[in-house]
Nanobody
Framework: QVQLVESGGGLVQVGGSLRLSCAAS????????GAWYRQAPGKQRELVAS???????NYAESAKGRFTINWDSAKNTVYLQMNSLKPEDTAVYYC??????????????WGKGTLVTVSS
């Protein structure tokens, strides 16, 4: 059974940085596309960043210039580097890997989430 294991969340001060990791495990499984979503209390889950196997990326407006998504094919891991964090970035961050063509973000496998708290 394929699982996504997230790590890297925690408490950080405004302006600080965190790096989230999402590793696929449990089966022979190659990530072809990956994404990070987040859900703040009382809000809907939103797409933060996505990446394709070819390296094409997309970001939410709120993440542009501050967040970077990338992946390590050798480790089968997707990362989200978050810099210049703001209180409004506080949320549970979820990794998503659409593993069936056409690899639609929001489908496929989800991680359990990792909490990011930005204190002012």
């Amino acid at each position: 059974q394929v699982q996504l294991v997230e790590s890297g969340g925690g408490l950080v001060q405004v302006g600080g940085s965190l790096r989230l990791s999402c590793a696929a495990s449990g089966s022979i499984f190659t990530i072809n596309a990956g994404a990070w979503y987040r859900q703040a209390p009382g809000k809907q889950r939103e797409l933060v960043a996505s990446i394709t196997k070819s390296g094409s990326t997309n970001y939410a407006e709120s993440a542009k210039g501050r967040f970077t998504i990338n992946w390590d094919s050798a480790k089968n891991t997707v990362y989200l580097q978050m810099n210049s964090l703001k209180p409004e970035d506080t949320a549970v961050y979820y990794c998503n890997v659409p593993h069936i063509p056409p690899y639609i973000y929001g489908s496929g496998i989800w991680g359990k989430g990792t909490l990011v708290t930005v204190s002012s």
